[in-house]
């Protein structure tokens, strides 16, 4: 297959193009190349012609978001209309990276593909009407990922919880992590390898959860990191409302797929793929 990945060297596109260059053609275009927000910019994907064009490509830093929702709406939504209605034209797949902030977090369980709904921020909301122009092209999946670590780092943010956390460690820093916000923390390879599953099996297109099995609250999150590490830092659990953010946050959205056990395509637990990351980053032997 000819497959697209917009936002190559993003957390979420390194690994896809890793994972999926074995057995396809892979195309990958940076910022430089597309602006998924100006659809001239986009009339690249009709002169590379691929049968799958994968849009990792999002303005996420949260808080920002609130601050300016017009750049989060070009991007997130805007830009996943350009990328479908292109997709659209050339008869080819569009995969649409989306998230769990697209959820309010009152349900206090797992989100699954058959939940409702119902963002609380900009941000979620710009993804949410993503998600929507998406659906626009037949031919889709939209992949919902959460709590996101990989090798590369995410773009825009510089690195990810895991180094952040181990980096504060190695400083002699008091760590302070939220203790009430509950999520499914993902390994961006295992999400890939998720997405490369679904294309393989040509399973029905739509909505799914592609994270890693289980939840923690970041707290605990980190708690894991430095028993795997052996890093012993001073750490401290706080409650959300002492870091004043400026965008609301879900409290619980955690992630569970109960469409893809039903293709075979199954996950493992985010404890062995945070094991996995670390020895890849040379953390662990």
Same mark, same amino acid.
């Given at each position: 297959m000819k497959i697209v990945i917009i936002g190559s060297t993003g957390q979420l596109g390194t690994d896809l193009v890793k994972i999926l260059q074995d057995d396809n053609e892979v195309i990958g275009l940076t910022h430089n190349d597309i602006e998924v927000s100006d659809y001239k910019s986009c009339l690249i994907l009709k002169e590379l012609k691929p049968e799958v064009i994968i849009n990792t490509a999002a303005f996420h830093k949260t808080d920002q978001c609130e601050e300016e929702p017009l750049k989060t709406f070009s991007v997130n939504a805007i830009g996943a209309k350009n990328v479908a209605t292109i997709s659209k034209e050339i008869n080819a797949i569009t995969v649409y990276i989306s998230s769990d902030y697209v959820f309010d977090g009152s349900k206090k369980e797992p989100y699954t593909e058959e939940d409702t709904p119902n963002p609380i921020n900009t941000y979620g909301i710009s993804k949410l009407a993503g998600e929507l122009y998406t659906k626009q092209n037949p031919k889709h999946y939209i992949i919902r990922v959460a709590s996101l670590f990989g090798v590369a780092g995410a773009s825009g943010k510089g690195g990810n919880f895991v180094e952040t956390m181990i980096k504060k460690a190695l400083n002699k820093e008091v760590i302070n992590v939220v203790d009430d916000m509950w999520m499914s923390p993902t390994y961006t390879k295992d999400a890939a390898l998720i997405i490369k599953k679904i294309l393989k099996a040509n399973i029905p297109y739509g909505v799914y959860h592609a994270t890693n099995k289980g939840y923690c609250t970041w707290f605990q999150f980190a708690q894991e990191i430095f028993k795997l590490t052996g890093l012993t830092p001073i750490i401290k659990p706080i409650r959300t409302d002492q870091l004043q953010m400026k965008a609301k946050r879900p409290r619980f959205s955690a992630l569970e797929s109960v469409k893809l056990p039903k293709y075979g395509i199954q996950t493992r637990r985010w /404890?062995?793929? &945070? +094991? /996995?990351? &670390?020895? /890849? +980053?040379?953390? &662990?032997?």
């Open positions: /404890e062995e793929a &945070l +094991k /996995e990351y &670390l020895i /890849e +980053k040379g953390y &662990l032997s």
